[in-house]
């Protein structure tokens, strides 16, 4: 069976500085794969998604980056940490061409 | 106008009871549409897809209602484990993957 992987679970990181939050995927190959953000009360808005490696797509412009260096992993980073960056970050993934989504337990990321 | 619009609730209902939750959503292209459900402070994770013939599973009950563009969510005989924020998502195909959209969710509480 597939199992998706985040870490770590909470963080609380300054503003200004860097960010790095991994996202691997067991059981499955050629994943798609998807980063969302929750901020409180609100919906899931997407981040980024990628179809390969090294394939990265952007949603929404902003403070964050995402890199695929191998089919099973997703990285987030951002180089300076704004407060707005603060959140609840979830990696998900689905099976190449497939519509069901399927989370990691998620980062709770706290910009102070 | 948001794309998918949800009432946040909370519906606060008695355990027994029948509830359900309407959601809207703008995009006549919409592909498909789920249901999620996300417990506090954890991801979400799929509850069920929701088909234009309408489909249950067990206590729940999903129908989509293209001509109004909405879907609807029915509980019967609510448990205590229930309780949770329920987010309707809309499937679009769009720059060649699946891109889901989510609300912000309808929050439920069962209580004794």
């Known amino acids: 069976s597939q199992t998706i992987h985040q870490w770590p679970a909470t963080l609380v990181q300054p503003v200004g500085s860097p960010l790095s939050l991994e996202c691997t995927v067991e059981g499955t190959s050629n994943p798609n794969l998807y980063w969302y953000r929750q901020a409180a009360g609100r919906g899931l808005q997407l981040l980024f998604y990628?179809?390969?490696?090294?394939?990265i797509s952007s949603e929404v412009p902003q403070n964050l980056s995402a890199s695929r260096p191998q089919d099973r992993q997703f990285i987030l980073s951002s180089k300076k940490l704004l407060l707005s960056d603060s959140g609840f970050y979830l990696c998900?993934?689905?099976?190449?061409?497939?519509?069901?989504?399927?989370f990691g337990p998620g980062t709770r990321l706290t910009v102070t | 106008r948001k794309e998918v619009e949800q009432d946040p609730g909370p519906f606060n209902v008695p355990e027994g009871a029948t509830v359900a939750f309407n959601c809207t959503y703008s995009n006549s292209a919409s592909q498909s549409f789920f249901w999620y459900r996300q417990d506090c402070r954890k991801e979400p994770k799929l509850l069920m897809s929701v088909y234009s013939s309408g489909n249950e599973d067990g206590r729940f009950t999903a129908q989509l209602n293209r001509a109004s563009q909405y879907i609807s969510l029915l509980i019967r005989d609510s448990k205590l484990s229930d309780s949770a924020t329920y987010l309707c998502v809309e499937r679009l195909f769009s720059g060649g993957y699946n891109k889901l959209i989510f609300g912000a969710g309808t929050r439920l509480a069962v209580h004794p």
């Open positions: 990628s179809v390969g490696i090294g394939q």
């Open positions: 998900a993934w689905s099976p190449g061409g497939g519509a069901d989504q399927y």
